[in-house]
């Protein structure tokens, strides 16, 4: 939707939204024609004038960028942002969250948050009542919590039944969790009225719980909801359902994808070091910073030497054909959502990008392919990948683009040992 020009006004919370996206020079571009380069900018510091000047720009079809973070990262923090919401982050605020393996757990407020910043939850009231919105009068975040437990209820997290443990014993909810320290509880959570126990799963579709060990358990009583996921898999049958993808829907981007000529397959992803986007590691973090200073791309030793390439030279990836879809379209026939198709109807153009790195050689990648960080914001190797969505899940093909490589000049990292160390990272 932002990219075909349809979006007003862009609410970004906490994400370096444009370097994580796939294609994102081309996404970069819209937000400088949309933001940027319309006519109506901000030149007043009196607050009607910016009002009027904002509305003014979404009416002639720009965008109004308004970003919630902890802090100000480029581009759409520092450059973009019309309008900055400083956030608080964890231990400035109670919050319950839930990992990968359903653990809810509370993590405690233990500082405040500097200056002006506010909880997420506090910024979002705020804005919601100043919208004339009904039910966003929370008074904390408890309360937010409280709120929102019902919704969870036959979720696979689900932690309604936490709140009415909690209230049964003249807790709130946040309290009743607190009391559960660093162990917490696995979703979704169970509570018998009868003994006033409060149970967690450890394990979902598991098909040895009987109807009478759920109804032993209380499972069934009050609040309490049980459904199939708990006791099978959430099929017709009741059985594991594993869908293979046809390869008739992807083949064809394959092929065009595929690397031509002197291209070489381009991927990326995370390293140990950098937590997610890097937001606080490389910003704050020296030890890290002076770890990975800037972008890297590894590279197997045979098609680094066909280039002149070794590791610490400076090198650039670059490619004509970044696919993107030109525009949000509605197919009426199946051959309509193949990529064959969209390019010959003019739904998808082709952007040129171009990313500087460090070269790695190593042999742990396999040849003919690249591997770089995700998300080094200055130098984001997303640029690289194309933007054209899987068609059965939705989501955008990340780890797949092409490139061309080579060599532009040696790194300062190349001849000393104070910075980004060159050593195989492959453990096997």
Known sequence: MFYSGYTRFAHVVGTTW???????QGLNDK??????NNKHQVRSSNKQDIIDTLKKRMDSGGTVVLNQDIYLRDPIGGKFADIVLPAATWGEEDFVRANGERRIRLYSKFYDAPGDAKPDWWIVSQLAQRLGFDGYDWKNSNEVCEESSRFSRGNRKAYHMIKVAAHKEGKTLHEKLREMGTTGIQGPTFYNYKTGELTGSVRLHDTEMTPEMIEAEGRTQGANMVNKKMTHFNSQTGKINIQKHPWSLFSDYWEWMSPKKDELWHTNGRINEIWQSGFDDVQ??????????????EIHPDDAKARGI????????????????????????????NFAELLKNGWIDLNKAAVEAVAIV????????????FLNTNQPSNALQGQVPDQISGNYNYKMGVARVRKI???KYKHEFTHMSFAPRNVV
């Open 18 to 24: 444009i370097q994580s996206m796939c294609g994102s």
């Open 31 to 36: 937000f400088e024609e949309l933001v940027v």
């Open 284 to 297: 704050r973090r020296s030890y890290i910073a002076r770890r990975w200073p800037e972008n890297w791309t």
């Open 310 to 337: 070794e590791s610490g030279d400076k090198i650039l990836l670059y490619s004509d054909r970044v696919p993107h879809f030109r525009q949000t379209i509605k197919g009426v026939h199946s051959s309509d959502f």
């Open 362 to 373: 190593t042999p742990h990648v396999k040849k003919g392919t690249m591997y770089s960080y």
């Open 409 to 411: 000049g040696e790194s």
